[in-house]
């Protein structure tokens, strides 16, 4: 299975950046995949998970600035971010899983990432 993230940048504070993930190699059915971020000197953090039901989880803190959805007939998976704030300056990561315990924000939780994209909020 791979991952590939692209849309990441720079922009400045308020504005809007799509991420997405590109997945390759899996011939599962079921899945739960999602976003997550290390920013500077900190551990890695949960953004938005999905799954191929559609159900959603998002961080608290998240919610109304992030969106997850996917395009299943594409095999990607997106992450809308408006109204980003230095805060969110991190690299971002796309994870899947294809077993064990679906929608957590939980990094171990996730067998397959992608190699990461920055983004710089200035």
């Known amino acids: 299975v791979q991952l590939v993230e692209s849309g990441g940048g720079s922009v400045q504070a308020g504005g809007s950046l799509r991420l997405s993930c590109a997945a390759r190699g899996y011939t599962y059915d079921t899945y739960c995949m999602g976003w997550f971020r290390r920013p500077p000197g900190k551990e890695r953090e949960g953004i938005a998970v999905i799954d191929s039901d559609g159900d959603t989880a998002y961080a608290e803190s998240l919610k109304d600035r992030f969106t997850i959805s996917v395009n299943n007939a594409e095999n990607t998976l997106y992450l809308q971010m408006n109204s980003l704030k230095p805060e969110d300056t991190a690299v971002y990561y796309c994870?899947?899983?294809?077993?064990?315990?679906?929608?957590?924000?939980?990094?171990?939780?996730?067998?397959?990432w992608g190699q990461g994209t920055q983004v710089t909020v200035s």
């Open positions: 994870a899947a899983t294809f077993s064990g315990r679906w929608l957590l924000l939980i990094p171990s939780e996730y067998d397959y």
